[in-house]
């Protein structure tokens, strides 16, 4: 199950072009993807209503797509508006479309009921375009459940074991307890390494006197959505008090999609504020993030097949699973609202 009232996100800009229709599995249901002539998106259900067809194998025309099965062709909202050979089309001939926002180079999708799809709800990621800032897009598929994934980023002492060349640091980055606190829709997650190595991703590009401070300060929230202020700074040099003197400084954006049960999308960029003329310090941060983001693949899809072998194992909790378990506690809540939500009230049945 998944929460559905919600703002998912669907796709990278740049991966629905102009012409192109693009397919996509959200939330277990087949989801195609087009520009209007204007440039707007369209996402529609990649499921013709005749013979379930997808119609991302179909064919653009105009601002209408049709399906090249047996022909069908539905509009922007979903309307079958052409049947060859029928002059009459069933008013149920119609596909659903789902509501689709397009902000700081991310396509937003909600799954669920269009009449509570607020656009105000999505989360700011302007760093993803800000000219203050530069990244490279990323964006990886999981062959398991977005959860352990959930789990993998909000526990951040994994680290130095999972990640020594990347973005791990030395081992004492895991001795510290990080600040767990309920914000809506999830937790934030304050942590402060003081006078500690500097990380081998931070020294590869920017030289450091010594020793350094470095923080990850997150919000994780519904529905696997990662919004970070971390960095790296000279250690003893006020950067916990604010002030970030000779930091090197990013702004995470990461975001889980569930495919399926088993397969998960996983979105993210790395902006960062420093060395701005410099291409190369964004494509090393960028490979440093990719390179430690496969690493976190392999072990969690390790993890994944290793629980899939006995399903009635249950995992013992640590004291460093505060956040897991917080933020699974408000999924569950909103999945059990959102099931509440559907059953007919006792005066109806």
């Known amino acids: 199950m998944f929460v559905k009232n919600t703002w998912y996100v669907a796709a990278w800009s740049h991966e629905v072009g102009p012409d192109a229709l693009f397919s996509r599995v959200v939330t277990g249901s087949p989801v195609v993807m087009y520009r209007k002539e204007d440039g707007t ?6 499921r013709c209503c005749h013979r379930g067809a997808p119609l991302s194998v ?15 062709k539905f509009d922007s909202a979903g309307a079958c508006v ?25 396509i937003w999708i909600w799954m669920g ?3 509570l799809a607020n656009p105000d709800a999505i989360p700011d990621t302007h760093w993803l375009d800000d000219p203050a800032w530069r990244c490279l897009p990323g964006y990886i598929h999981y062959h398991v459940n977005y959860l352990l994934i959930c789990d993998n980023l909000l526990d951040f002492s994994h680290l130095p074991f999972v990640h020594p060349t990347s973005l791990g640091g030395s081992e004492d980055y895991a001795k510290v307890q990080p600040k767990v606190e309920r914000i809506e829709n999830g937790v934030r997650i304050t942590r402060w390494v003081l006078n500690t190595d500097v990380p ?3 020294a590869a590009v920017k030289d450091w006197p010594g020793k350094v401070d470095r923080w990850n300060i997150y919000d994780f929230t519904l529905p696997g959505i990662l919004l970070m202020d971390s960095g790296v700074a000279p250690a003893a040099n006020g950067a916990r008090e604010g002030t970030r003197v000779d930091a090197a400084e990013f702004r995470g954006c990461q975001a889980l999609t569930p495919e399926t049960e088993t397969s998960t999308h996983y979105f993210f ?9 410099r291409p190369e310090v964004t494509r090393s941060v960028h490979q440093s993030v990719v390179a430690a983001f496969d690493e976190d693949r ?19 909790p640590f004291g460093i699973d505060s956040a897991l378990s917080q933020f699974r506690w408000v999924v569950n809540q909103r999945l059990e609202e959102e099931n509440q939500a559907r059953q007919p009230s006792a005066k109806e049945s």
């Open 58 to 72: 179909g064919r653009r025309e105009g601002d209408c797509v049709r399906c090249m099965y047996h022909g069908l």
């Open 41 to 46: 998106i369209v996402a529609l259900e990649d």
């Open 269 to 277: 960029a790395h902006p960062h504020n420093f060395a701005l003329d």
């Open 200 to 202: 081998p991703f931070a």
């Open 298 to 316: 392999d072990i969690i899809t390790a993890q994944q097949r290793n629980l899939s072998l006995d399903p009635d194992f249950e995992m013992m």
């Open 82 to 106: 052409e049947a060859p050979a029928q002059q009459r089309i069933p008013e149920r001939a119609k596909i659903k479309r789902y509501p689709v926002v397009e902000r700081h180079r991310w």
């Open 113 to 115: 009921d269009p009449a």
